[in-house]
């Protein structure tokens, strides 16, 4: 992660001002839907998500937004090499009518301590801490974990000084040790699905020239969500 800011600044820049409770999506979710991935085509390629059963609340929410196209010509807005993807703000659309856009809304947090933030992890924005002391979630902005790859060393000091002496489990361990992630956000996202397909569009995606972080991680050619739909489960 050289050239990389401190990761505890980072989700300072991420969030938009969200306004609860208002305009959450309709629509019926079908049995079958449950059992379905998530096919995601972007100008860079296909991702294929699974979502997680333990979050009903946010499983059942991003699948109403995908039935109902809100994510059709949404790009992704910060891009962070070594970090992870972030999209859902529906402003990021071409030529977006801000007069009829939905209106921001969150969710309740469903924090999984089974759950962490290893490489391709689905997780929820949200506004920080000094705000939002519950953790609730953006009910439209997702990213989707890069990470990196860490060592015991760099595993001791996100313990000691970002997860404030909580010890990640070994088996959470060993995977930031092989695949990489991005440990530090453990415990304070919520994390409701992730990829199954598509590494390669996520690195493509990761590692696109951006606006930096004076210029808010921008990427700075769109990339875009050309749509995202429901698609039967290959085991």
Excluded at 68 to 92: C, L, N, P, W
Excluded at 109 to 131: K, T
Excluded at 163 to 179: D, M
Excluded at 219 to 230: A, E, F, H, N, Y
């Amino acid at each position: 992660m050289t050239k990389q800011l401190p990761l505890l600044l980072l989700f300072s820049f991420l969030f938009l001002v969200l306004v609860p409770g208002l305009a959450q999506p309709t629509g019926k979710i079908r049995k079958a839907d449950l059992k379905k991935d998530i096919l995601v085509r972007t100008d860079s390629g296909n991702m294929v998500l699974r979502l997680n059963d333990s979050t009903t609340i946010h499983r059942d929410n991003f699948i109403r937004l995908v039935k109902s196209d809100y994510y059709k010509g949404i790009g992704f807005h910060r891009v962070i090499s070594g970090f992870m993807i972030q999209a859902g703000d529906e402003k990021t659309k071409a030529n977006a009518d801000t007069s009829s856009l939905m209106k921001q809304y969150t969710l309740p947090a469903e924090i999984r301590p089974e759950l962490y933030h290893r490489r391709g992890a689905l997780a929820a924005a949200r506004m920080g801490d000094d705000v939002n002391p519950q953790k609730n979630s953006s009910g439209m902005q997702f990213y989707i974990v890069q990470g990196r790859v860490f060592n015991d060393i760099s595993l001791d000091s996100v313990e000691t000084h970002r997860l404030k002496g909580r010890k990640l489990p070994e088996a959470h361990r060993s995977k930031y040790k092989t695949e990489g992630g991005a440990p530090h956000l453990d415990q304070n996202y919520t994390i409701f699905g992730e990829l199954v397909s598509g590494y390669d569009v996520l690195d493509k995606i990761a590692n696109t020239k951006t606006s930096g972080r004076k210029g808010g991680d921008k990427p700075l050619t769109d990339i875009r969500i050309r749509d995202m739909k429901m698609v039967r489960r290959i085991p």
